[in-house]
C-alpha cells in the first residue's frame, strides 16, 4: 500500500513539473539583435523534464497581452540550454522568452525601427503586497525574473483571483494548481513514511 501512494505521489510530481524550468538567460539587462545567435539558459527541477520543452519568444505591452512572435524550437530532453537564431524581421522591443511552462524576464531585442527607451515591462503590480501572517513586516521583490502573481485571498467560499497586472494565466496556473497539489503530495509522503 505504502508503495502505490509513493508511486502515485511520485507520479504527480513529475506530471507538475514536467514543463517547469527556471530561465537564467536572458535577463533583464539582456540586449540581443534580430537576425543574430542567441544562447537561451535554464535550470531545472529535480526529477528533470523528460520531454523536451519548447522555447518560444513573445511579445506584448504586459504579460497578459503577450502574443509568440516565434517558435525558436524544442530543447533536448534534460537540456538547460539551447542555441537559435532570431528571426532577421524583428521589430525592436521587448520580448521575452517562454520555455515550457516558464518565462524569462523582459529584454530587449535591437531590430527594425526605433529602440524603445522607456522602462521594460513588469509582471510586478503596482500595489504593494501584504503579508498576511505577518502584516507589518514588508515585502519586496529582490528577482529580476517576473514574480508568480498576487493570490487574493478568498472571502466566503470564493475562488482566488490574480490581481490585476499579475503575471499570465499560466503563472496564475501554477500558482492556484501546481503549487498546492505538489504541497499535497509532499504531505501524503510524510504521512505515510512517518
Given at each position: 500500500?505504502?508503495?502505490?501512494?509513493?508511486?502515485?505521489?511520485?507520479?504527480?510530481?513529475?506530471?507538475?513539473?514536467?514543463?517547469?524550468?527556471?530561465?537564467?538567460?536572458?535577463?533583464?539587462?539582456?540586449?540581443?539583435?534580430?537576425?543574430?545567435?542567441?544562447?537561451?539558459?535554464?535550470?531545472?527541477?529535480?526529477?528533470?523534464?523528460?520531454?523536451?520543452l519548447?522555447?518560444?519568444?513573445?511579445?506584448?505591452?504586459?504579460?497578459?497581452s503577450?502574443?509568440?512572435?516565434?517558435?525558436?524550437?524544442?530543447?533536448?530532453?534534460?537540456?538547460?540550454?539551447?542555441?537559435a537564431?532570431?528571426?532577421?524581421?524583428?521589430?525592436?522591443?521587448?520580448?521575452?522568452?517562454?520555455?515550457?511552462?516558464?518565462?524569462?524576464?523582459?529584454?530587449?531585442?535591437?531590430?527594425?525601427?526605433?529602440?524603445p527607451?522607456?522602462?521594460?515591462?513588469?509582471?510586478?503590480?503596482?500595489?504593494?503586497?501584504?503579508?498576511?501572517?505577518?502584516?507589518?513586516?514588508?515585502?519586496?521583490?529582490?528577482?529580476?525574473?517576473a514574480?508568480?502573481?498576487?493570490?487574493?485571498?478568498?472571502?466566503?467560499?470564493?475562488?482566488?483571483?490574480?490581481?490585476?497586472?499579475?503575471?499570465?494565466?499560466?503563472?496564475?496556473?501554477?500558482?492556484?494548481?501546481?503549487?498546492?497539489?505538489?504541497a499535497?503530495?509532499?504531505?501524503?509522503?510524510?504521512?505515510?513514511?512517518?
Amino acid at each position: 500500500m505504502r508503495f502505490s501512494i509513493v508511486a502515485v505521489v511520485a507520479t504527480l510530481l513529475s506530471v507538475a513539473l514536467a514543463n517547469q524550468a527556471y530561465p537564467t538567460a536572458p535577463v533583464a539587462s539582456t540586449k540581443w539583435k534580430a537576425g543574430t545567435p542567441v544562447t537561451i539558459k535554464w535550470t531545472l527541477p529535480s526529477p528533470a523534464a523528460t520531454t523536451g520543452l519548447k522555447i518560444e519568444l513573445l511579445t506584448g505591452e504586459n504579460p497578459q497581452s503577450q502574443r509568440v512572435v516565434a517558435t525558436l524550437g524544442t530543447g533536448a530532453p534534460g537540456a538547460t540550454k539551447f542555441a537559435a537564431t532570431l528571426p532577421v524581421d524583428l521589430k525592436s522591443g521587448y520580448y521575452t522568452v517562454r520555455i515550457g511552462d516558464s518565462y524569462s524576464s523582459y529584454f530587449l531585442i535591437q531590430g527594425e525601427g526605433a529602440v524603445p527607451t522607456g522602462p521594460l515591462p513588469t509582471a510586478v503590480t503596482t500595489s504593494t503586497p501584504v503579508n498576511t501572517i505577518n502584516p507589518t513586516a514588508s515585502l519586496t521583490p529582490s528577482s529580476s525574473i517576473a514574480p508568480l502573481p498576487v493570490i487574493t485571498p478568498p472571502s466566503g467560499g470564493a475562488k482566488p483571483t490574480p490581481s490585476a497586472g499579475a503575471g499570465s494565466a499560466a503563472s496564475f496556473l501554477k500558482a492556484s494548481v501546481v503549487a498546492p497539489v505538489a504541497a499535497a503530495a509532499v504531505a501524503i509522503v510524510m504521512a505515510v513514511a512517518f
